[in-house]
């Protein structure tokens, strides 16, 4: 039986905003969760490189095999979540840690490219227009989460204590979204074909879009409590309301990118957010107080929120459903490489120069995102 629209809709809402809920615990509770494994920033830098090394793997083995499993895809993925987080709420070292994370990761990366899949699907069997509103549901959860996350850490709460009942609410949502979307049949099969050569040289470009939005995005979100708590002197609350105002700038730039949407192609507005992303990262580059580095981390939020749901809603377009899996886990798993040596990368930036020349590297890379985007041509609907 096919659930009715608004339970498709509200469920597909319900997962994005679950995952936002994680990410914006797990973002917050990454000091204490450096102290556990003991190791330096950039050492820890490498550590978190195990999400996106899982993320990768898992995303291009679902790929292939996407569009025969999508009734059960989220909610396998959101399972998966789940475990790892737990796991990684009672770690004790580096080890334990890191096996954590890349399960984490593994289910992330995987959960991405199902989500944007079901989010396709949807927009082309009700008519709606859904891409820019639940990525800015993600940010919008992480928001919340992270301020709350840092406020009970001020009150002494731990990774033990917070990450465990996260992973509950990701159980919650995977039932919840398998009664949403368990009357999805299995597609037809990918077929090679001239459409999927001729279109792959765009495909690559755009996963190098999707690239250089993670390094931007990883890189802010990555360290922004770090850099508030470390680099400024401010306490855990304040990293928390730091990790809260770029996801607050994330959910303010798609809503405004999907006010936009019908009078400007999207790699357009990608080009006019990167061209803001320089001035924030370099508010954040000269900031010595955290009130100046909020702002600048609202700013570089609202700059970087346009890019992946740009870049997925153009890859959606090109290609049919069967190849459609197939398509976002080579333009996501793209993306998962700037995720992999975005935080390794500027670790050793911070390390060997300081917070202000990190900033400033990711200011040079937005530039980079705005003259790719005169490279990609207009997207055309695949039939």
């Given at each position: 039986m096919?659930?009715?629209p608004?339970?498709q809709i509200?469920s597909?809402?319900?997962?994005y905003?679950?995952a936002?809920?994680?990410?914006?615990?797990f973002?917050?509770t990454?000091?204490?969760?450096?102290?556990?494994s003991?190791?330096?920033?950039?050492?820890?830098?490498?550590l978190?490189?195990?999400?996106t090394?899982?993320?990768i793997v898992t995303m291009?083995?679902?790929?292939?095999?996407?569009h025969r499993?999508?009734a059960?895809a989220?909610p396998?993925?959101?399972?998966?979540?789940?475990?790892?987080l737990?796991?990684?709420g009672?770690?004790?070292?580096?080890?334990?840690l890191?096996?954590?994370?890349?399960?984490?990761g593994?289910a992330?990366?995987?959960?991405?490219?199902?989500l944007?899949?079901r989010?396709?699907?949807?927009?082309?069997?009700l008519?709606?227009?859904?891409?820019n509103?639940?990525?800015?549901?993600f940010?919008?959860?992480?928001?919340?989460t992270?301020?709350?996350?840092g406020?009970?850490?001020?009150g002494?709460?731990?990774?033990?204590?917070i990450?465990?009942?996260?992973?509950?609410?990701?159980?919650?949502t995977?039932?919840f979204?398998?009664r949403a979307?368990?009357h999805?049949?299995?597609?037809?099969?990918a077929q090679?074909?001239?459409?999927?050569?001729?279109?792959?040289g765009?495909l690559?470009?755009?996963?190098?879009?999707?690239?250089?939005?993670?390094?931007?995005?990883g890189?802010?979100?990555?360290?922004?409590?770090?850099?508030?708590?470390?680099g400024l002197?401010?306490?855990?609350?304040m990293?928390?309301f730091?990790?809260?105002?770029?996801t607050?700038?994330?959910?303010t730039?798609?809503?405004?990118a999907?006010?936009?949407?019908?009078?400007?192609?999207?790699m357009a507005?990608?080009?006019?957010?990167?061209?803001?992303?320089?001035?924030a990262?370099l508010l954040?580059?000269?900031s010595?107080?955290?009130?100046?580095?909020l702002?600048?981390?609202?700013?570089?939020g609202?700059a970087?929120g346009?890019?992946?749901?740009a870049?997925?809603?153009?890859?959606?377009k090109r290609?049919?459903?069967?190849?459609r899996?197939?398509?976002?886990?080579?333009a996501?798993g793209?993306?998962y490489?700037?995720?992999?040596?975005?935080?390794p990368?500027?670790?050793?930036?911070?390390?060997?120069?300081?917070?202000?020349p990190?900033?400033?590297v990711?200011?040079?890379?937005?530039l980079a995102a705005c003259?790719?985007?005169?490279?990609?041509?207009?997207?055309k609907?695949?039939?």
């Amino acid at each position: 039986m096919t659930a009715s629209p608004r339970f498709q809709i509200t469920s597909i809402f319900a997962a994005y905003g679950a995952a936002g809920v994680c990410w914006g615990a797990f973002v917050t509770t990454l000091p204490p969760l450096q102290t556990i494994s003991g190791l330096s920033e950039a050492g820890f830098g490498l550590l978190l490189s195990m999400i996106t090394i899982g993320g990768i793997v898992t995303m291009q083995a679902m790929g292939k095999v996407l569009h025969r499993v999508q009734a059960v895809a989220i909610p396998l993925c959101l399972v998966g979540f789940a475990i790892g987080l737990a796991i990684m709420g009672f770690s004790s070292g580096p080890v334990s840690l890191g096996m954590a994370m890349f399960i984490a990761g593994g289910a992330s990366g995987a959960l991405d490219i199902s989500l944007n899949m079901r989010a396709a699907r949807i927009e082309t069997d009700l008519g709606v227009h859904l891409f820019n509103r639940v990525h800015a549901l993600f940010p919008f959860a992480m928001l919340v989460t992270s301020a709350i996350v840092g406020l009970l850490r001020e009150g002494g709460a731990t990774p033990q204590t917070i990450l465990p009942p996260i992973a509950v609410i990701l159980f919650s949502t995977a039932w919840f979204e398998w009664r949403a979307g368990r009357h999805q049949a299995p597609g037809v099969a990918a077929q090679s074909g001239e459409g999927r050569v001729r279109l792959r040289g765009v495909l690559l470009m755009l996963g190098g879009l999707a690239g250089i939005g993670a390094v931007m995005e990883g890189g802010a979100h990555t360290w922004s409590a770090l850099f508030v708590e470390r680099g400024l002197g401010s306490g855990p609350a304040m990293g928390g309301f730091a990790a809260a105002s770029i996801t607050l700038g994330l959910t303010t730039g798609r809503l405004m990118a999907h006010r936009l949407e019908h009078q400007l192609r999207d790699m357009a507005i990608v080009r006019l957010a990167a061209l803001l992303a320089l001035p924030a990262f370099l508010l954040l580059a000269f900031s010595s107080t955290a009130g100046m580095a909020l702002a600048g981390f609202f700013l570089a939020g609202v700059a970087i929120g346009p890019v992946e749901p740009a870049v997925y809603r153009s890859v959606a377009k090109r290609h049919s459903e069967a190849d459609r899996g197939r398509a976002l886990a080579l333009a996501t798993g793209l993306a998962y490489v700037g995720y992999l040596a975005g935080p390794p990368m500027l670790g050793q930036v911070i390390e060997r120069a300081g917070w202000g020349p990190m900033w400033a590297v990711l200011g040079i890379v937005s530039l980079a995102a705005c003259a790719l985007t005169l490279r990609i041509p207009p997207a055309k609907t695949a039939t």
